[in-house]
């Protein structure tokens, strides 16, 4: 995946060789945007972090499981939800739409000039000294804040809550996050600008098998303040995992730095960048506060509802999201390159690809949810009776996932040439408003449903004003294309719902139950997608091919031993 040479750098080598045919060095490759990734880099990458992806998701779920099986979904789990509120915005300001968004271009542009030859100290090992110390001291005091106000941020989020008290011992725990997860998120930046996608996958995996670990260890000692110890452990677990290989790539910026020949201006990250980054992704996390600030008044139960019904919902998003946050620092080096052509098309493809992962997954958790949740949950203290609520919350979220698909992909495409815009702010902020306002009209007749059918509302006017304003204020893609493309995957999605429902009710037991809807949904909507010419759909259906192929005959020690390395072997 790379650019066409510059014709300038070509017309100068070719001068050059005329002039002086018996000396002059062979004209060197012209350096492409993407920092000339092997061939099929990229899906190899996409295939690490999916499996690792999944990994973690499941993980998640077995988190959950354990949650549900130990406390149920009574008064002691709303206590740890609210509580969870921390670590749910850190995730998003720190990990994920956050302080990736605003690192990742700044990394993008070191790596552009260190591979120019820029004079001096390494670009890269610069912007570390510059931004991580800076980083750090911000995240401590955010989190000591944090713990010094605890009871007020416990009686601001659910004032309604039954136990206060226990909140507020969860929430000064979970407040240590803010430190491991910016440090995390710091990591994963860096990391993934240099095209290093296994350790920042493998964070999940990390995080959700500590707090599993100290749940299952000292649940029955501890209560639920167990699982808010758990997300402390977590945390630093997701630091472990990738500081060995950031320290390897840092010190072999000292090496590729030693002949630096040309100079430039030196590494920064505006504060204006982080400011609008940060604040973005604030205001689309405060969507939970307005749910759980909602949820809080309905009796006791409701906000484990709404939580259950949203982490099985966030499992199609994250898979839609994959490729996005795999070609995002393709798509910044791109730009960093001057390359915007090829930003703009790698955008296009990934709005496609994103949008018809999601859709089956929507279709899929229309049709099964009471079949998913009850097979997830279903055990201990959590009855057939939260199974019901929960999947009825699950269905209305899913009204909301391609939004929310949406969302998270173009807010990458305004931010990825590293520049401030406080267009998308302003656009959550409009949506965050439609959530509050219909979620306050809707909580009174409808309950938790009509708390998850705002969260819908809200992100869908997102989405529909990120997509009107992109072209002027980001990458400029190709919106009217961009819309009607959506039309194929959803009329697919439509006849896949309608399909697999019935089919997964024609078993009583839920394991048979489920494989009969989730088979027939996806084999609907596949066929449906192939034959209105979605361009996702094709992709979807051809990855799956070369995926079994490349299964039957590749050893998986290789492959990721391959896409460590970031090479591939000619054979």
């Known amino acids: 995946m790379v650019a066409p040479p510059q014709e300038s750098a070509v017309a100068h080598a070719a001068d050059a060789s005329a002039q002086h045919p018996p000396t002059a060095p062979p004209p060197q490759p012209v350096r492409r945007s993407g920092g000339n990734l092997p061939r099929g880099f990229l899906g190899r990458a996409a295939l690490v972090t999916g499996v690792l992806s999944v990994a973690g998701a499941l993980l ?17 789990t709303d206590a740890f939800l609210v509580a969870w509120t921390v670590p749910e915005f850190g995730a998003t300001l720190l990990i994920e739409d956050g302080l990736a968004i605003a690192l990742i271009p700044a990394f993008s542009l070191a790596l552009a000039r260190r591979a120019r030859g820029a004079s001096g100290d390494d670009p890269v090992r610069e912007l570390v000294a510059v931004t991580l110390p800076r980083l750090s001291l911000a995240f401590v005091a955010v989190g000591a804040l944090l713990v010094a ?10 004032p309604g809550l039954s136990d206060p008290a226990l909140a507020v011992d969860c929430t000064r725990l979970t407040a240590t996050c803010v430190l491991s997860f ?39 000692r501890w209560g639920v303040r167990a699982a808010a110890v758990g997300v ?67 009796p006791a139960g409701a906000i484990s509802h709404l939580n259950y019904a949203q982490k099985v919902a966030q499992v199609p998003m994250t898979w839609s999201l ?5 070609t995002f620092p393709v798509v910044a080096r791109a730009l960093a390159d001057g390359d915007t052509e090829r930003a703009r098309a790698r955008v296009e493809r990934d709005l496609a690809l994103a949008a018809a992962v999601v859709l089956l997954g929507t279709a899929t958790v229309v049709a099964c949810a009471p079949q998913i949740v009850g097979l997830l949950f279903q055990r201990g203290a959590f009855t057939a009776v939260d199974t019901a609520a929960t999947a009825g919350v699950l269905r209305v979220y899913a009204l909301g996932l391609l939004a929310q698909t949406l969302v998270g992909a173009l807010i990458r495409s305004y931010f990825s040439a590293g520049r401030a815009t406080w267009y998308p702010l302003g656009a959550m902020a409009v949506g965050l408003a439609v959530t ?94 192939r034959v209105l010419g979605d361009p996702g759909c094709v992709t979807v259906c051809s990855a799956a091919r070369a995926l079994v192929r490349r299964a039957a005959r590749v050893r998986p020690l290789t492959l990721i031993r391959r896409f460590r390395h970031g090479r591939t072997r000619t054979r």
């Open 60 to 76: 998640g779920l077995v988190r959950d499981q354990a949650l549900a099986r130990l406390f149920g979904a009574g008064s002691e």
């Open 149 to 158: 106000a605890a009871p007020l941020v416990v009686a601001v989020l659910a």
């Open 182 to 220: 910016g440090l995390a998120g710091y990591c994963s930046a860096a990391l993934r600008a240099h095209h290093r996608y296994l350790a920042p996958a493998a964070v999940y995996v990390a995080y959700n098998t500590g707090i599993i670990a100290v749940m299952l260890a000292f649940g029955e």
């Open 232 to 298: 402390a452990a977590g945390g630093c677990l997701m630091v472990a995992v990738q500081l060995p290989d950031l320290v390897r790539q840092l010190r072999k910026g000292v090496t590729r730095a030693a002949g630096a020949v040309a100079g430039g201006a030196g590494p920064s990250m505006g504060l204006g960048l982080l400011l609008a980054v940060l604040l973005f992704a604030l205001c689309r996390q405060s969507q939970v506060l307005v749910e759980r600030f909602l949820g809080s008044s309905l």
């Open 322 to 326: 994959m490729l996005v946050t795999v």
């Open 436 to 529: 509050a306002g219909a979620g306050a009209w809707a909580v009174g007749p409808w309950g938790v449903a009509g708390i998850a059918a705002a969260n819908a509302a809200g992100i869908t006017v997102t989405a529909a004003l990120l997509l009107r304003g992109l072209g002027p204020r980001g990458i400029p893609v190709h919106t009217r294309r961009v819309v009607a493309r959506l039309v194929r995957p959803v009329a697919a999605t439509v006849a896949a719902t309608a399909a697999g429902g019935p089919a997964a009710q024609r078993f009583e037991a839920p394991v048979p139950s489920l494989a009969a809807g989730v088979v027939t949904v996806a084999a609907v909507f596949l066929l449906c997608g």
